[in-house]
Structure formats: structure tokens, C-alpha cells
């Protein structure tokens, strides 16, 4: 099993910066990818970036391209989003997300076997 706890939402102006962070625990050595999702309300949840937790690819939704960040800290056990230039159109509730298998769509949820318990972000315009 794996845990996944997210940590460092809050309220920010519109163009400031946050940084969330994931804590996994468990059979961490099963895990290949780490992703972020992000869900407002009313709408589906939707990818935000994706990497492999020992490297190889990084990939971002175009929405976030440029400004947003995924990194990790191995020895922590711990990946973040850095997020900058924030918009009234990130808000949402951020969750992050573990998966065992290489390949698949990275962008789609239902591919994803561990879930954080979201984290809420909101953007004043």
C-alpha cells in the first residue's frame, strides 16, 4: 500500500506564488510515476503535470506550461508543485497522484492507484 499526504494550499493573490507538497510512504519502491491533478468545483479533474519519480520525463498541461513546476525529493520521500503566476482559474482542490505502471496515459486519472486528500488553492483576482 501507499499513502500519499499533500500539504501547503492556501489563499493567494492572483500573479503570487505557492508550493504544495506530497509525502509518500508505504511501499514507496513501487511506485514509477507521480502526478498532479487538480479538481474546481463543478468540474472533472484534470491534469496538471506528471513525472517519473527516478527521472525520465516531465510533462505539464498546456494551462500551466511555463508557470508551474513538479520536482522531488528522494530522500524525503516527497514531491512538490511550484507553482508561480498564479490565476483566478487555478483554483481548485490539488491532489496528488502515485501509479505502479510504466506506461498508460499519464494524463488520465483513472490510470493513477494512490491518491493524496487534496488540498485546496485559491487564487483572489
Known amino acids: 500500500q501507499v499513502q500519499l499526504v499533500e500539504s501547503g494550499g492556501g489563499l493567494v493573490q492572483a500573479g503570487g506564488s505557492l508550493r504544495l507538497s506530497c509525502v509518500v510512504s508505504?511501499?514507496?519502491?513501487?511506485?514509477?510515476?507521480m502526478a498532479w491533478f487538480r479538481q474546481a468545483p463543478g468540474k472533472d479533474r484534470e491534469f496538471v503535470a506528471v513525472?517519473?519519480?527516478?527521472?525520465?520525463?516531465?510533462y505539464y498541461a498546456d494551462s500551466v506550461k511555463g508557470r508551474f513546476t513538479i520536482s522531488g525529493d528522494n530522500a524525503k520521500n516527497t514531491v512538490y508543485l511550484q507553482m508561480s503566476s498564479l490565476k483566478a482559474e487555478d483554483t481548485a482542490i490539488y491532489y496528488c497522484?502515485?501509479?505502479?505502471?510504466?506506461?498508460?496515459?499519464?494524463?488520465?486519472?483513472?490510470?493513477?492507484?494512490?491518491w493524496g486528500q487534496g488540498t485546496q488553492v485559491t487564487v483572489s483576482s
Open positions: 513525472s517519473r519519480w527516478s527521472g525520465g520525463y516531465v
Open positions: 497522484a502515485a501509479r505502479q505502471i510504466r506506461g498508460g496515459s499519464y494524463y488520465q486519472s483513472g490510470t493513477y492507484d494512490y
Open positions: 508505504g511501499r514507496t519502491f513501487s511506485v514509477t510515476t
